[in-house]
């Protein structure tokens, strides 16, 4: 079992920046993938970015390409998001999800991952 908690969100105005931050612990985290994803009222939870273990390889939406960077340090157990130039269309629950090793599909789809956190709020004022 992996515990993951998130850490990070809050209020802030359109064009400002956050860092989010998703602590694992439990069982070993290695060779986990990672994604981030996040779901707005009344909306489906969508895929942000995903990466891979070693972190050769990050997965964006095309919606924050540009803007939200992913990154991880594995002796920490712990994953970023870094979210920069906010909008308002970026308000949501983010939630942190981990991906076991040998796991095959898209990283876009939430399917595919096994463990989530319990999210945190983002709020992008106008």
């Known amino acids: 079992q992996v515990q993951l908690v998130e850490s990070g969100g809050g209020l802030v105005q359109a064009g400002g920046s956050l860092r989010l931050s998703c602590a694992a612990s439990?069982?070993?985290?290695?060779?986990?993938?990672m994604g981030w994803f996040r779901q707005a009222p009344g909306k489906e939870r969508e895929f942000v970015a995903a990466?891979?273990?070693?972190?050769?390889?990050?997965y964006n939406v095309d919606s924050v390409k540009g803007r939200f960077t992913i990154s991880r340090d594995n002796a920490q157990n712990t994953v970023y998001l870094q979210m920069n130039s906010l909008k308002p269309e970026d308000t949501a629950v983010y939630y942190c999800?981990?991906?076991?090793?040998?796991?095959?599909?898209?990283?876009?789809?939430?399917?595919?991952?096994?463990?989530w956190g319990q999210g945190t709020q983002v709020t992008v004022s106008s």
């Open positions: 990466i891979t273990w070693s972190g050769g390889r990050t």
């Open positions: 999800a981990a991906r076991r090793p040998g796991v095959g599909g898209s990283y876009y789809y939430r399917g595919s991952y096994d463990y």
């Open positions: 439990g069982r070993t985290f290695s060779g986990y993938a």
